[in-house]
């Protein structure tokens, strides 16, 4: 029989448990000194592990193991009923399905017999925050004067919907979202054991996805599986999970902030022609808009945006060089988005309105922009003209103006301009680098590449050592993929030789005589 990957690997005892060590070093206490409550409140979002733990303190106060501190054994006849469903004296009701007051009151009624076949009666309640007013008040009776007997665990994404007399009867815990270590670890180990190959990066798309929930991991994991691939990786999940990876996100916004109109519209209509929702990707772009903002304020955002470090540190690149005005107005405008989408027929006109404008905002960087990003800029409003009028047709001639465009070959004024700004973002991520400023000179920007002088080739190592580091900072200022080429000054030009006869003039004697 076909059993679902979360089922077939869901926890038997307290020790498989993972990610609420608060939640079990409590219940495992309470088992082995017999001091377990009369009603539980189990909160948390979806698919942290509720219901499962409610079933492992209904086994562990119905073990028949000697040994307490190990109750549950997951063994004994209890323990294995309990989990096959069998076990008369546990009970479970989803309220979601089964709203009304019947329920609860055949339940309180039930509640009044002592166990058939265990030592406690318990019931497990999901989604209680679903049951009706009058399956509450019955519920109530029971809470009030609870017999010893019984057990009652709610469980509930949403406790604020449940009335306070219910609340003030029942010990609450919260459950926490899973960490992305944790849950892709938990992952790794259930590919291991099917003799599976699943890289980091295919471990990342996954617990990004599963949002800090270990069903939708494993799931998502389950569709993965299902391929029959014995390599699972990055692209595999991707392409069979058609989700948007926080990737796509920061080349997008990479595309806006650089004025690439047609860029970030061909991005987007790429994703929502393969299959995404419209409005989903409205509301995905404005979460990811919103991680910018927030990395810009938190030191250690990770378990607040539920999300490893490595997308952290992603994020805090992007917003490093991104103005919070920026970011405010981004957000402001993809909401107005969405609000506007509720009503309209047409979301993917209104999303790509929104980019359309952001695109084509000013100042988007914290340093002002070089004097040639006003061409671009010049080009990129008349861009937007063209684009607001037909949006879909106008996207595609847009690419091809570009790819037929000229080298933009900036004077040298310019270039030492630009390649301040490559060292000064290319130091923000790694400071070394920053300290090559002076070693090195751009010479050169062509089309897809640019080409950098080194004074001698020990520095030569050294940018080629930070090749992708200063490549990512060039594209990312000059707006369009460049790869850095590298020489040493083997010959120099006149220039350059005035230019070392001054530096050299200039460590003799120090501030004292003006050389620059
Ligand atoms: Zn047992």
């Keep these: 029989m076909y059993t679902a990957l979360y089922r077939a690997e869901r926890p038997e005892t307290f020790e498989q448990v993972i990610g609420q060590e608060h939640i079990v070093r409590v219940l495992r206490n309470q088992v082995a000194t017999d001091t377990v409550s009369h009603a539980y409140l189990f909160c948390g979002t979806r698919g942290t592990g509720k219901t499962t733990v409610a079933r492992i303190l209904a086994k562990a106060v119905n073990c ?4 307490v501190h190990g109750r549950p054994c997951g063994k004994c006849a209890s323990c294995q009923a309990i989990k ?6 546990v009970y479970e009701m989803d309220a979601a399905s089964n709203r009304g007051i019947d329920d609860a009151r055949d339940l309180r009624d039930s509640t009044g017999y002592a166990p058939a076949a265990g030592r406690k009666k318990v019931y497990i309640i999901d989604e209680a925050h679903m049951l009706t007013q009058a399956a509450f008040n019955a519920l109530l009776k029971t809470l009030e004067e609870p017999p010893a007997d019984v057990i009652m665990i709610l469980a509930t994404t949403d406790p604020q ?12 815990l919260d459950f926490r979202r899973m960490n992305h270590q944790l849950l892709m670890e938990h992952m790794k180990g259930i590919c291991e054991k099917r003799g599976i190959n699943i890289t980091e990066g295919a471990l990342g798309v996954l617990a990004a996805n599963a949002d800090g929930s270990v069903r939708d991991g494993l799931s998502l994991l389950e569709q993965c599986l299902a391929t029959g691939e014995k390599e699972i990786t990055r692209e595999l999940a991707l392409e069979y999970l058609g989700v948007a990876s926080q990737d796509f996100f920061i080349d997008l916004v990479n595309k806006i902030i650089n004025n690439k109109v047609g860029e970030a519209l061909l991005g987007i209509n790429q994703l929502i022609d393969s299959g995404k929702d419209t409005k989903q990707l409205t509301k995905d772009i404005l979460a990811h808009y919103r991680n910018l ?24 690149k992007q917003s490093s060089y991104m103005e919070m005005g920026n970011i405010n107005q981004a957000i402001m405008t993809l909401a107005q988005a969405i609000n506007d989408g509720r009503y309209s027929t047409q979301p993917r006109i209104l999303l790509e309105l929104a980019i359309v404008k952001l695109s084509t905002m000013d100042s988007h960087f914290v340093s002002e922009p070089i004097k040639f990003d006003a061409e671009q800029k010049a080009r990129a409003v008349a861009e937007a003209k063209s684009a607001t009028q037909t949006p879909a047709s106008a996207t595609k001639p847009i690419v091809e103006e570009e790819a037929q465009e000229k080298n933009v070959v900036p004077n040298k004024e310019d270039r030492v301009i630009l390649w301040n700004r490559i060292c000064d973002r290319a130091g923000q991520v790694r400071k070394s680098v920053g300290t ?21 080739g020990a520095t030569k190592r050294r940018l080629e050592e930070a090749e992708q580091i200063l490549s990512e900072a060039a594209t990312m200022i000059v707006g369009r993929p460049l790869r850095m080429k590298c020489h040493i000054n083997d010959t120099p030009d006149e220039d350059e030789g005035d230019k070392a006869m001054m530096e050299a003039l200039s460590k003799m004697f120090g501030d004292t005589l003006n050389v620059k």
């Design 64 to 67: 028949t193991d000697e040994d």
């Design 84 to 89: 096959n469903g069998t076990f008369v004296d």
């Design 161 to 172: 919907k449940l009335p306070q007399t219910i609340l003030s009867r029942c010990q609450r």
């Design 293 to 316: 903002m927030l990395v810009k304020y938190i030191e250690n955002p990770e378990n607040m945006l539920n999300l490893s470090s490595e997308n952290v540190e992603a994020l805090r």
């Design 436 to 456: 090559l400023r002076k070693k090195a000179d751009l010479v050169e920007v062509g089309e897809n590449t640019f080409t950098l002088k080194a004074d001698t």
